[in-house]
């Protein structure tokens, strides 16, 4: 039995266990209070593998470096948006933007051109520069909804970007769940997904799901231990319990599992 669970009961899947490669939870934390976070880690401190501050919301942020520190005292690293890295890159500030990691204990790094234009090659040097001093996640995929990836080259970026040194790569949602990896009513790109498994390993992926929808969608198919990011804060537990069938939209997905 998992020893964060209060009582036991027969035939739950098996969940990964801190620290996680594969199965984690990425939160997003959109400008949550000292004493959100400190709740907020009260209950869920065993199922959050990793917090983003989401987009730009670090500078606007009271009292950063102390919730930096909650969360850092729980054992779960912290990052930035990748919106963040990309308003310092288009301003010419990149050694600017490290200099702030630094300052604030920050140990992971995202690298992401979401709403910013720039090659690939140019990516994967930014990816590479980073990845000596920090951990990267690169998010791959666009932010505009106009803007269709076809298969292949959601396939050829990933690689690249993994073997530029990126720890994980981020499958692009946004936090309404309407691009990148899904279409604008929300519904996955299945096909997409499907392709991009067949020459990426799963657990060098993060999919950002960000709905409830969308996180059954991947648990059925791939298991109780697919990474998921883009998730609110108070959805770690209802997720954790979708993960063990434990909610009656996962309900009969383990039963018959030894």
């Not at 910013?116 to 998010?139: P, Q």
């Not at 790569?169 to 392709?195: P, W, Y």
Request: charged share 25%.
């Amino acid at each position: 039995m998992n020893e964060t669970y209060n009582y036991q009961l027969p035939n739950l899947p098996k969940r990964t266990t801190k620290p996680r490669e594969k199965g984690m939870t990425m939160v997003m934390d959109k400008g949550l209070s000292i004493r959100e976070v400190e709740d907020f880690l009260a209950t869920t401190q065993e199922y959050v593998d990793i917090v983003k501050l989401g987009f730009g919301t670090s500078i606007v942020t009271p009292r950063l470096q102390d919730k930096i520190n909650l969360y850092k005292e729980a054992g779960i690293p912290v990052y930035f948006g990748g919106t963040l890295f990309e308003a310092f890159l288009i301003r010419n500030k990149l050694e600017d933007y490290m200099r702030l990691l630094d300052k604030f204990g920050i140990t992971h790094a995202e690298v992401s051109d979401g709403s910013i234009e720039i090659s690939e090659e140019e990516k994967c040097s930014y990816i590479s520069k980073l990845a000596k001093d920090f951990t990267v996640l690169s998010e791959v995929g666009s932010k505009d909804a106009e803007k269709i990836i076809p298969p292949y080259k959601w396939i050829a970026m990933m690689k690249a970007e993994l073997e530029a040194g990126a720890w994980k790569v981020i499958a692009e949602a946004r936090e309404s769940g309407t691009v990148g990896i899904f279409r604008k009513s929300g519904e996955v790109r299945s096909g997409l997904v499907e392709e991009i498994l067949t020459q990426i390993p799963q657990e060098k992926i993060l999919w950002e799901a960000p709905k409830k929808v969308q996180q059954v969608w991947f648990i059925e198919l791939y298991g109780s231990n697919v990474s998921l990011g883009n998730i609110a804060p108070n959805e770690v537990i209802p997720l954790e319990t979708l993960r063990i069938g434990l909610r009656g939209d996962t309900f009969n997905f383990f039963l018959n599992q030894e």
